[in-house]
């Protein structure tokens, strides 16, 4: 499926981005720390080539979301990607239902999973398959894999550590998932991608194109935005830069 996926797309890694270990508490995150990862994450984007833009705001505190609901996340992404490389649209819903995971679909994934394999465009196949970058995102931030790249695409390991739709295998291997990361790794990575964002997002409007890809770095970024910010549904993250 990943090698599938990389063909399609054109995938080309670039240089990695510098990754650091910390785990503050939650209630660590203040003024003074959040000034500082503005800075480590301005530095790593300018290591990756990019640029800057001192006036973007410091992030809010953290509301992260629950592990359960992150895991059934995940799990309703990992399905759904499936469809993108030509599973029956009856069969995954079918496989969701007996998961018991119906309840996490987002108004748009439920409205793909009530269209006839026939009738779904070529956009919806692209965007589903997009999201095995969300997906990846999604499984750093639960310690799945070790670092978040973004000069690297989602490993080639990733179709061993999800549930095999195809072999018949159930949701066991997210559901054990019970922890996120700590809060503070959470927002340094979300920061940095935040500003990575908006490099990507500068350089396209300015017709120049950016060191890294945006469709990573968005797909990721809204992971990891809608894990922080519990308030922002699936399909209405916000992502202004």
């Known amino acids: 499926m990943l090698h599938s996926l990389k063909k399609l797309l054109g995938l080309v890694a670039s240089t990695p981005a510098e990754q650091q270990p910390h785990s503050l508490p939650n209630e660590d995150i203040t003024e003074q720390f959040r000034q500082r990862v503005k800075k480590e994450s301005e530095a790593k984007v300018l290591a990756l080539g990019g640029r800057i833009c001192d006036w973007l705001p410091l ?4 509301e992260l979301r629950e592990v359960v609901d992150v895991r059934g996340r995940m799990s309703v992404v990992n399905a759904l990607i499936n469809i993108s490389f030509q599973a029956p649209v009856a069969v995954i819903s079918a496989w ?4 018991n995971l119906l ?12 269209k006839d394999d026939e009738h ?3 956009q919806e196949l692209a965007n589903l398959r997009w999201n095995l970058e969300s997906l990846w995102a999604m499984m750093w931030a639960t310690r799945m894999v070790p670092d978040l790249d973004p000069g690297k695409w989602c490993g080639d390991n990733m179709a061993s ?4 739709l195809e072999r018949g295998q159930s949701n066991e291997k997210l559901a054990t998932l019970n922890a996120l990361r ?3 790794e ?5 920061d940095f991608y935040y500003r990575l964002h908006w490099y990507c997002v500068d350089e396209r409007m300015h017709g120049r194109a950016a060191t890294v890809s945006e469709s990573l770095v968005y797909e990721r970024r809204k992971a990891l935005e809608w894990i922080y910010n519990r308030q922002y549904a699936w399909d209405d993250v916000e992502m202004g830069t």
């Open 59 to 62: 992030l809010d505190a953290p």
């Open 96 to 99: 969701l239902a007996k998961e």
């Open 103 to 114: 309840g996490h679909l987002s108004p748009e994934e439920a409205a793909i999973l009530a």
């Open 120 to 122: 779904l465009t070529e």
């Open 161 to 164: 550590l999800l549930p095999n």
């Open 182 to 184: 700590p809060a503070a």
């Open 186 to 190: 959470l927002y340094r990575m979300l």
